[in-house]
């Protein structure tokens, strides 16, 4: 018997709601490694996004306070958008931390894309640190979400956490990453060896 864990195959998809671009349900029929077959296994497809951590010349973070609508509260988040179909992940981080915030930085790097949901996939969020950020415009981010800009210390960011200040798990990965140097490293090689 060999060790290697082996894909699933999909046999079949058929869809039960599309309400696209925000939203697409499907049924697929996969085919597990010992022979054994399961129907409706259910997918969600939703926009890919970008996430960003975001310094300031002086090494402030950027940040966002905004109502999320599924976590029914309001939270701290960093800047984040949809990537809009055929755009490169870097810049719809780039043209999303413009929108939402008017700052913006030259110096990028991919710290890798991340699938949300393990087996219904959801999106892929795909994480940036961007250094050197400095106020550019106003900002115009014309969302639903009203979004207070905020400005913190990495300690602040802490601090945050400790008192529930976040409700998306994303923001906390994309934290916990950029508080362990050793994680962002391979993270980021691991972005830059898909490329």
């Not at 939703?46 to 973070?61: I, R, W």
């Not at 393990?118 to 014309?142: I, L, Q, Y």
């Amino acid at each position: 018997m060999s060790d290697e864990q082996k894909p699933w195959e999909v046999l079949g998809s058929r869809d039960l709601l599309d309400a696209s671009p925000y939203l697409k349900v499907r049924a697929e029929t996969v085919q597990l490694p010992d022979g054994r077959t399961v129907e409706n296994f259910y997918q969600l497809d939703q926009p890919d996004f970008a996430l960003m951590y975001v310094e300031t010349e002086d090494g402030k973070v950027v940040m966002l306070r905004t109502y999320k609508h599924g976590a029914r509260r309001v939270s701290l988040t960093f800047p984040a958008g949809a990537i809009e179909p055929g755009e490169a992940p870097l810049t719809a981080a780039k043209r999303e931390l413009l929108e939402e915030t008017g700052y913006a930085a030259d110096d990028w790097t991919a710290l890798g894309g991340f699938v949300v949901g393990a087996n219904s996939k959801g999106s892929t969020c795909h994480m940036f640190h961007a250094k050197g950020a400095r106020k550019v415009a106003e900002p115009d981010h014309g969302d639903l979400e009203d979004m207070r800009i905020e400005l913190h210390s990495a300690r602040d960011l802490v601090d945050a956490a400790a008192r529930g200040d976040y409700a998306v798990l994303p923001v906390i990965a994309m934290l916990g990453a950029m508080l362990m140097p050793e994680l962002r490293e391979g993270l980021g090689m691991a972005a830059r060896s898909v490329r």
